[in-house]
């Protein structure tokens, strides 16, 4: 990851009370509950097991390896509309992503 875009990344995350970079391995089966075969589920699951882990953390920002910031002047807080987890439209099929979202 270029130097640039990690200094942005963290000047974006004052606006924040907390930044946490999580980076579990989903194959590790020793130190969690998530016990799924498929990789989409476990990852899922290795988030929900964080957050059980971690209440001072009123959001997460779960993003796929392969997202990129397209505008990085719009904060995250426009996008909090007071659902527990907001996800987001494809924007060639409509269809509902799982890969990011955002959860409370």
């Not at 194959?27 to 964080?50: A, I, M, P, T």
């Amino acid at each position: 990851m270029p130097v640039i875009l990690i200094e942005k990344i963290h000047q974006r995350s004052q606006e924040c009370s907390h930044f946490v970079l999580i980076t579990p391995d989903p194959s590790d089966n020793k130190n969690n509950k998530c016990k799924q075969n498929d990789f989409f589920f476990r990852r899922h699951c290795l988030v929900v097991e964080w957050m059980s882990k971690h209440s001072e953390f009123e959001w997460i920002l779960f993003i796929d390896g392969d997202m990129a910031v397209v505008n990085p002047n719009h904060s995250l807080f426009e996008y909090i509309n007071g659902e527990q987890i907001i996800f987001y439209d494809r924007l060639f099929n409509h269809e509902i992503m799982a890969g990011s979202y955002l959860a409370k």
